[in-house]
């Protein structure tokens, strides 16, 4: 287990301290101290149970913790929601509307995430995951492969969230899908942004340092 290096210039963008989670009774985790610093990817490891999607949905603000804190920015994470700051989250399921097409779809994705949702911004979205021949496709008639591509093309706008909480965003993808997220997170590290992401496979970014935490450790 590794664990990425601290800017001294500014508190990282998402930190936990000595974080716990009890999820129907058992305890999933406990004293958890996790640090994403700007410009870096730490992968989330563990066995299936081991608390992994309940770590994002705690660091995204949505569930309370069992003791122990989340902080964005030094700040902590229900605070910084209430100001505004809030992180791009793609949960494992992907909340893609069924009955709207691909664009209207992604539209209403990015209006709950507070980004610019215009044709010409969700366009360019779906172009850069390959889905430019899908834009008026209903939902439905998706591949599992075409509707991870269209969730995670909410990451592929103009100034995306500085941070990235990612709930096994490979699952489904094919090698060309597997090689746009990539870009997408090499380019969200180029940038100084951060990700947080749950794997059952090696997250490989060529150059690009990969911290790593194996929750099963935090028992």
């Not at 122990?68 to 989250?89: I, S």
């Not at 793609?90 to 995430?113: E, K, N, P, S, Y």
């Not at 496709?137 to 998706?142: A, M």
Request: proline share 6%; glycine share 10%; net charge positive.
């Amino acid at each position: 287990m590794s664990t990425p290096a601290v800017s001294h210039a500014e508190p990282p963008r998402l930190a936990t301290v000595q974080l716990a989670c009890r999820r129907a009774g058992r305890l999933l985790f406990q004293a958890l101290d996790l640090q994403v610093p700007a410009g870096q990817v730490v992968w989330v490891r563990g066995r299936n149970g081991s608390g992994k999607t309940s770590l994002l949905r705690l660091a995204a603000g949505l569930v309370a913790p069992e003791a122990g804190q989340v902080l964005w920015g030094g700040v902590p994470v229900r605070e910084g929601a209430r100001a505004g700051a809030r992180p791009a989250f793609v949960g494992h399921a992907h909340a893609l509307q069924q009955d709207f097409t691909v664009t209207q779809a992604l539209q209403f994705l990015l209006r709950l995430q507070g980004g610019p949702s215009d044709t010409a911004t969700v366009h360019g979205a779906l172009h850069r995951m390959g889905l430019q021949g899908h834009r008026e496709t209903p939902v439905r008639s998706l591949s599992q492969g075409q509707r991870r591509r269209a969730a995670l093309a909410r990451l592929a706008v103009p100034e995306p969230a500085p941070l990235w909480l990612l709930d096994e965003p490979y699952d489904a993808l094919d090698a060309d899908g597997i090689e746009r997220l990539n870009a997408l997170l090499c380019d969200q590290l180029l940038r100084g942004g951060s990700v947080l992401l749950t794997s059952h496979q090696a997250v490989d970014l060529g150059p690009m340092r990969v911290g790593e935490i194996d929750l099963d450790g935090y028992h």
